[in-house]
């Protein structure tokens, strides 16, 4: 795993935001892309201490550890602490793909009446809370980058993105708050 103490942080400095808008990037992560078959979820799930969602546009919290489902098969495990993931999906003893990308990912978190709006500014999505509630997730596009993107209050998201796509998201979406905040 990435050692998120010395790791050089992409959006060191950044700062954006509006009067409806506030942009501050996520701390540092632990992160796993997780892929498994239907009869290795419940075990995984055991190990992780963690559901992990079944159904689309859907994710599942406990403490500081967080899956998001991204496909069928597929999840996005994220931890706010420093975590062995891989190891941990390891210990379930099932058929599965764990691959740590806390160095590739990071983290944008958008708070805010605003917010919605801010994130529009580059993706298509309907965030309206019928069609995007608490909770929803997905893999989508912001811009030109690819994004993940998690509803984690009525009015705040987190944009996972790549880390060397973290200069251009950071700056559309602080574009997008100056237009929200208007």
Request: glycine letters at 10%; hydrophobic letters at 45%; one cysteine or more.
């Amino acid at each position: 795993m990435a050692d998120l103490a010395t790791r050089t942080l992409p959006l060191r400095g950044f700062h954006g935001g509006s009067a409806t808008v506030r942009l501050t990037p996520a701390a540092p992560a632990s992160r796993l892309s997780l892929r498994a078959k239907p009869d290795a979820v419940g075990a995984l799930a055991i190990a992780l201490q963690l559901s992990l969602p079944t159904r689309p546009k859907t994710s599942a919290t406990s403490g500081t550890r967080h899956a998001l489902w991204l496909g069928p098969d597929e999840w996005l495990v994220i931890d706010e602490t420093e975590t062995d993931l891989v190891g941990i999906a390891a210990s379930a003893g099932v058929l599965q793909s764990a691959t740590d990308i806390s160095h590739r990912n990071t983290a944008i978190l958008v708070e805010g009446p605003g917010a919605p709006a801010a994130i529009n500014a580059g993706c298509p999505q309907d965030l309206s809370l019928k069609a995007f509630p608490v909770g929803a997730c997905s893999r989508t596009v912001f811009g030109k980058a690819e994004v993940v993107l998690y509803r984690t209050g009525e009015t705040a998201f987190r944009v996972e993105c790549w880390r060397s796509f973290a200069p251009y998201v950071s700056g559309l979406l602080a574009a997008g708050a100056q237009d929200a905040g208007h």
